[in-house]
């Protein structure tokens, strides 16, 4: 079963979006991939306009979401970690790490994008009050010079004691998560290594809005 891409609610929030920037003509589909149920996942579309670069990559919004692990180990010592996921990527085929993320396909609230996310490559639950926005809430664009994809960015925190946090450490770390088509393990870093390990653009940005936060 094949959607019509021009339904599909990514796209028409692109097109609505280009069309009150930009004086657009038409937007025409050329390829489209799509899950089992029809859903589509990502297309590549040509745009009649003056304005505007003539071809696309639509693949919608997405959600990337920083779990970070204050410890304390009395009043005056406290150390920061960070849950980051393992997976193979298609960039290079290569294991990256990064904080957990997803696109948010058809789902219009984000927060809970981010919470699903969370729980699925990580196996932590949060609230909704639990969770916290960076960059004021408003997502960034990763290739906009060829691609509409927007990301909206998050933070949880957890607070343990020493005790706590090794028996957590022993739960999570190398934890093996299989969700079908993604094969996850989850990693606890040391802030102090952080760059050690990621080497994705958007968490570096997370990272640059935390320490603005903070």
Not at 37 to 56: A, C, H, R, W
Not at 64 to 84: C, G, Q
Not at 127 to 142: A, H, K, M, V
Request: proline share 3%.
């Amino acid at each position: 079963m094949t959607c019509d891409p021009m339904t599909e609610l990514k796209v028409q929030n692109y097109v609505r979006t280009i069309s009150s920037n930009a004086d657009v003509r038409s937007v025409k589909c050329l390829a489209s991939q799509h899950k089992p149920n029809g859903q589509m996942l990502f297309g590549t579309f040509e745009i009649d306009s003056p304005d505007l670069l003539k071809y696309v990559f639509i693949r919608g919004d997405a959600v990337s979401v920083m779990p970070v692990i204050n410890i304390r180990y009395n009043d005056d010592v406290s150390e920061k970690m960070y849950i980051l996921v393992k997976q193979r990527r298609v960039c290079d085929g290569a294991w990256h790490y990064e904080f957990p993320a997803g696109m948010m396909d058809r789902d219009t609230n984000s927060v809970k994008v981010a919470l699903k996310e969370l729980e699925e490559e990580t196996g932590l639950i949060f609230n909704e009050d639990q969770i916290s926005r960076l960059n004021c809430g408003q997502p960034i664009y990763t290739s906009p010079g060829g691609c509409d994809e927007k990301i909206y960015l998050y933070k949880v925190e957890m607070e343990m004691n020493q005790y706590e946090y090794e028996a957590f450490s022993l739960k999570m770390n190398s934890k093996y998560i299989n969700n079908g088509d993604e094969k996850i393990y989850v990693q606890i870093v040391n802030a102090k290594y952080i760059t050690e390990y990621i080497d994705n653009a958007v968490n570096y940005a997370m990272l640059h809005m935390e320490d603005k936060n903070d």
